[in-house]
Nanobody, 120 residues
Framework: QVQLVQSGGGLVQAGDSISCTAS???????MGWFRQAPGKEREFVAA????????FYADSVKGRFTITSDNAKNTVALQMNSLKPDDTAVYYC????????????????WGQGTQVTVAS
């Protein structure tokens, strides 16, 4: 059984990161992040595939956020730069077997969520 444990978040500034550690992760899987702001639908943020390390970003964060993984530690991190008020949301770590995907229903495992609030 895969478990995802998230860390980081809170009041964030440019350059801050949130991270997620997976237990029970299998070879050939993808991890990523979704977010949900109050009154809005949950949306894809970024994902990274393993092996290979291919990365995928939502247009809204491309060029500002960077997703990385440490496969030896089964950890994925999301570094956030050029933050905007619209980035304020609950961020969820996700994992699926196989390659990365864009849709929430494709991800089998979800973290507990962490609030990210952009400092003004």
């Amino acid at each position: 059984q895969v478990q995802l444990v998230q860390s980081g978040g809170g009041l964030v500034q440019a350059g801050d990161s949130i991270s997620c550690t997976a237990s029970g992760r299998t070879f050939r899987s993808a991890m990523g992040w979704f977010r949900q702001a109050p009154g809005k639908e949950r949306e894809f943020v970024a994902a990274i595939s393993w092996p290979g390390g291919a990365t995928f970003y939502a247009d809204s964060v491309k060029g500002r956020f960077t997703i990385t993984s440490d496969n030896a530690k089964n950890t994925v991190a999301l570094q956030m730069n050029s933050l905007k008020p619209d980035d304020t949301a609950v961020y969820y770590c996700v994992l699926k077997s196989g390659g990365a995907a864009w849709y929430a229903h494709d991800y089998e495992y979800w973290g507990q969520g962490t609030q990210v609030t952009v400092a003004s």
